[in-house]
């Protein structure tokens, strides 16, 4: 299909713009000459928002945008503007709350028509071509619109006034609030109510990841000793990693599950789930020693790291669930292509450990008929049933594995969104960095180095803010406070893992121009856009943890820990000013803001603050190190100062380091906990008894 004569996208950096490059829809993107042309043009705006590796999204594409039929409608009726969610979040998290607003639901695709001046007057989700499902269509919709824009149109615009009005105190000031210390005893307790005893996670279906959940949860544990809270944990990440959510040939993880189960799952994956999930299977080994945990975070890496990088270094964004054949198609096995592939006792054992059957073992639909295709699960290895011992068995597997993975290769690959987010790439810095100090990696460390480098020298403003998106050669998009945030919070993993001064350095940099254009002096709290970005409507703030933390909650994260790093009293109030400044929305839902609790666990100590001296790469500095590193210590601020560098960049950084004194033979361990110092110790059992006492201290 040709391009549209009035189509604007062909040039555009997202991936899912281009996409819709050739739609005989006249799209534009996001822009004054949008909006010029529509008040030129005297018509309403058709607003599309949505994402790559939207199923939805994909399917209103197919069914209407590129359709001639509803294409010469909405070209005479609107200016069409396309928006990628993930390139302006801004503009999607304005228009998302206005279709909550006016229709009690939200998702995407994401439609919104609105007057010329942007105020939205009718907003929706997926729309059919034609009446269905209980939806109006498109055909019928349009129409009506422009009957209304030409008959009623006053009445539209007080409509849309009405929705601005009711958006406006979103962009209010958060008002300080009293400490409240029951915070993490409720957050536990709504999190006990939701949770399902049987396959874990919280709620029925669909289920979702939800990393920071089980963060909170592993904290709440080791501050109280609930073990009922680790067990929360620990059923989850065994069900989700042995269940269908999880590719079990090729690694990483889906999007989410359409059932309690973890089984079936929408088969997108993303980079950010890939991120966060691997920091709490990391931290779940760290806690409870668990080899599955550590061996779903390798996993979890090695896809990454195998599929989601780029030549540079930097990390893409996603993978689509549809591909030829289908959602999932990619994914999933019929028994014959099990047949060519695997030998009659590689089938067996395959059936049992995968859980196939001939028929197929999922039901695509309502109607209970199974789809002849079989989605991979599994059980725990059982080395009775197949009369072998665990290692030979667990090899055999192995083997299985890489031979249904080389089959697949050869299949039709669902879409990559090659772009590179700042804020996703953030967030699996700080997980590869994590990873490699919990597993001794340092191939994983040197990955997360890439990606800092790239953003760090790519990525960056003239005056020293960061882009948003990366892709085709350009940076773009001033960058929001998720951007900010994740990334500072990547760079201080990094310098905890690799010690080298300059990732600390660009953090505190980072952080520096994050709140001089981020902060609201006036109420506390970062807002999401900065001062000098494009103005919409309001300027919100950011708070509940949703798929995704909250650039509030690690921020405050953020500021402990570099306030901790540094013995910055200014960066430590800061911290104070935006706890206070969300506790009381966070006391309202603490089950919303299991993210800002992790952050203010850390805030409310005790904290431990460790200096290690020593040589660098010594075996006794290692050694020291290990038994951090080996152990769960999620409120730890650590530097290392090099006793083999004369006047190391860390000394400029934390000034506070000058007085340690610095014998160049052997390695030694400062540990204060609680506000307390102890005398220094080159002894890993008695660093570990410094760091286990006192690490529980029940909420008040």
Partial sequence: MKKGPGNHLIHEKSPYLRQHAHNPVNWHPWGRKAFEASRKADKPIFLSIGYSTCHWCHVMEVESFEDPEVAALMNEAFISIKVDREERPDIDRLYIQACQ?????????????????????????????????????????IPRIHELWESKRQELIRSSDTIIAQLEPESSGTKAAPPRPDLGHTGFAELKRSFDPEYGGFGREPKFPIPHHHSFLLRYWRRTGRKEAKEMVEITLRKMSRGGIFDQVGFGFHRYSTDRRWFLPHFEKMLY???????????????????????????????????????EGAFYSAEDADSLGGEGRFYT????????????????????????????????????????????????????????????????????????????????????????LADWNGLMIAALAGAARAFDKPDYADAAARSARFIL???????????????????????????????????????????????????????????????????????????????????????????????????????????????????????????????????????????????????????IEIVFTGRSASPDIRELMRTLRTGYYPSAAVIFIPTDTD???????????????????????????????HEPTSDPQTLRRLLEDGAKKTFS
């Avoid at 009690?104 to 269905?132: N, S």
């Avoid at 201080?492 to 980072?510: D, H």
Wanted: hydrophobic letters at 40%.
């Fill in 101 to 141: 607003l006016m229709t009690g639901q939200a998702g995407w695709p994401l439609t919104v028509i609105m007057t010329p001046e942007r105020k939205p007057f009718f907003a929706g989700t997926y729309i059919p071509k034609h009446d269905r499902f209980g939806r109006v269509g498109m055909m019928r919709l």
């Fill in 273 to 311: 789930d890939q991120a966060l999930l691997s920091l709490v299977y990391t931290e779940a080994f760290q806690a409870t020693r668990g080899v599955e945990y550590r061996d779903t975070a390798h996993k979890i890496c090695s896809y990454v790291l195998r599929d989601m990088v780029s030549d």
């Fill in 333 to 420: 096995w019929s028994w014959d292509e099990i047949e060519r592939v695997l030998s009659p006792r590689e089938i067996s054992t395959a059936a049992r450990f995968y859980r196939l059957r001939r028929e197929g073992n999922f039901s695509p639909d309502a109607d209970d008929s199974t789809s002849g295709l079989n989605i991979l699960s599994t059980a725990p290895l059982q080395p009775s049933s197949l009369n072998a011992d665990s290692r030979k068995e667990a090899a055999f597997i192995e083997s299985i594995r890489k031979k249904l993975f080389q089959s697949r290769q050869d299949r039709s690959r669902p879409l990559k969104d090659d772009k590179v």
């Fill in 457 to 607: 020298s790519q990525m960056r403003q003239p005056d020293g803010g960061l882009w948003h998106r990366f892709h085709s050669g350009e940076s773009a998009i001033k960058a929001y406070a998720d951007d900010y945030a994740f990334l500072i919070w990547g760079l201080i993993e990094l310098y905890e893992t690799t010690f080298a001064a300059e990732y600390l350095q660009s953090a505190l940099e980072l952080n520096k121009y994050f709140s001089d254009h981020f902060w609201d002096s006036k109420s506390g709290g970062y807002f999401f856009t900065p001062d000098n970005g494009e103005a919409l409507f309001w300027r919100h703030k950011e708070i509940i943890d949703g798929a995704i933390p909250s650039s509030n909650s690690i921020a405050l994260l953020n500021l402990v820990r570099l306030s901790r790093l540094t013995a910055s009293p200014g960066l430590e109030a800061q911290a104070v000013q935006l706890a206070d400044a969300w506790r009381e929305k966070a006391a309202a839902a603490p089950s919303s803001h299991t993210q800002f609790l992790c952050a203010l666990d850390f805030l409310d100590g005790p904290s």
């Fill in 647 to 677: 006047n190391p960049e860390i000394l400029k950084l934390a000034p506070f380091t000058r007085q340690f004194t610095r014998d160049r033979k052997n390695a030694h361990a400062y540990v204060c906990r609680g506000f307390q110092c």
